[in-house]
């Protein structure tokens, strides 16, 4: 059924539908050869646009901390997060329609072999600043004192540059980032599951916030999802359970 004009304006103040997209995780999008923006999110937002019958805007980011004040201050009309209760205070979430699992990075020569040995006084971890990482570890930690580099891209290097003593991300990102600098391991297992949803602003209503979540719903139960996690050869994610089980 097509969108109704009003539930099509909620979502196009401006005449098109703007998508927060955010660069910094690798799962979610990234430049193809030609330097354009592709990736998961990418074919979330097209597919939308498809559904209510506009034009899709891309909105550029590199760190999920600007995606979010984007969509927050209205400056786009949906985005790609991980869930979490500082950022809902602006956005309206949808379930989430991907896993991505945190973990953390270390020198082979580190002491640390276990996740339950990060949060003593004296540890430095760095993190991308705004990412869902610092969101959850702002709170999880302690002891540990935390380092905010300036995108999660830059948590390996910033980690490297200041001599931490880990780096906790996006555990594809570590991964590509311990190809790179030889001498690094991961701890086994993750520290948290990011929850990646859609989300948009608060105050486009309750009409717009059940269509977005409706169609995430679908694109999982479709097998999009899945099929869109293929297609740009990602790994270390999963599709999110259905919001019915």
Known sequence: MPASPALRAAFTPTGRLRAAINLGN????????????????????????????????????????KSVDAVTAEQADIGFFAIDPVRGAGIAFTAAYVLIEGSYLVRDGSPLQSNDEIDWAG?????????AYDLYLSRALKAAEIVRA?????????????????????????????R????????????????????????????AAAEL??????????????????RHGIQGASVAPSEKG
């Open 26 to 65: 690798p799962i979610l999008a990234g430049t193809d050869a030609a330097g354009q923006p592709a990736g998961v999110s990418i074919d979330l937002a097209r597919g939308f646009a498809e559904r209510l019958g506009v034009a899709l805007e891309l909105v550029v980011f590199d760190t999920a901390g």
């Open 123 to 131: 540890h430095r971890v760095a993190v991308g600043k705004g990412s």
């Open 150 to 178: 300036p995108s999660s891209p830059a948590v390996v290097d910033t980690f490297v540059a200041q001599n931490l003593d880990v780096a906790a991300g996006v555990r594809q990102q570590l991964e590509a980032d311990a």
């Open 180 to 207: 790179r600098l030889p001498g690094m391991r991961l701890l086994p297992g993750r520290f948290m599951v990011i929850q990646q949803a859609m989300g948009l602003p608060k105050g486009r209503g309750a009409e």
């Open 213 to 230: 979540a409706a169609y995430v719903e679908e694109q999982k139960a479709h097998g999009f999802v899945a099929e869109a996690l293929a």
